[in-house]
């Protein structure tokens, strides 16, 4: 499965790259798109000074060049995989606008880390995912960590909400892990190490048919 990685408000960094060699490594070709470059680049890479970037961004125009970059990745793959579905994989912005994209195409397996369910401030937002629950095509996996700075109750709304409907959702939230736990992969720290691995095998087609339950 082909897969967009769509990442924070840092952009392309080397960690990113890196998650992309990975993922290609074990037999998932990715595509990094640049999705911020409209809202300037970063001179000091603080921050605050990309989450201000990540502010001024026009969300919806954004998503539609998400949107492209999905039929790209999916006319280089379909010739000899027809029918197969695009893997997305979104971290904090990237991933509010990946459950976005989900209510578009029914085309797509949706791995988010730590994605803002009420939505992330910013010009002409995309809808909050908690208010589309409806439209959000399965299936979905979702990895959040209980000492996040996003609201642990919005969370878990948005979860109940999904999980009641009948679509394919999965998801965790980490005890004693805050925003940006996947930054641990490289130490081998366990939450990340297990969380990606699930990232692997969801991408693999190996369905977990058991929703993690939020504590």
Do not use: K
């Amino acid at each position: 499965m082909p897969v967009v990685l769509i990442t924070d408000v840092y952009g392309p960094t080397r960690f990113y790259q890196g998650l992309a060699l990975d993922l290609a490594d074990h037999g998932f070709p990715t595509l990094i798109p640049d999705y911020l470059r409209g809202a300037g680049t970063l001179a000091d890479g603080t921050r605050d000074e990309a989450l201000a970037r990540g502010r001024r961004l026009d969300q919806r125009e954004c998503l539609d060049d998400l949107d492209a970059a999905v039929d790209y990745l999916r006319g280089q793959w379909s010739g000899d995989h027809p029918g197969d579905r695009i893997g997305i994989l979104g971290f904090c912005l990237g991933g509010t606008l990946a459950l976005d994209l989900a209510t578009r195409r029914a085309d797509l397996a949706v791995a988010t880390y730590y994605a803002f369910p009420e939505g992330f401030e910013g010009r002409n937002p995309v809808p909050a995912p908690i208010d589309v629950t409806d439209a959000i095509e399965g299936p979905v996996l979702s990895f959040w960590g209980e000492q996040d700075y996003i609201d642990l109750a919005g969370v878990r709304r948005f979860c109940e909400r999904l999980a009641r409907r009948d679509t394919d959702f999965a998801f965790e939230i980490y005890p004693d892990v805050g925003h940006s736990f996947l930054g641990g992969l490289a130490e081998g720290d366990e939450t990340a190490v297990q969380s990606w691995r699930r990232t692997h095998t969801f991408f693999a087609g190996d369905r977990d048919p058991v929703a993690a339950s939020a504590r």
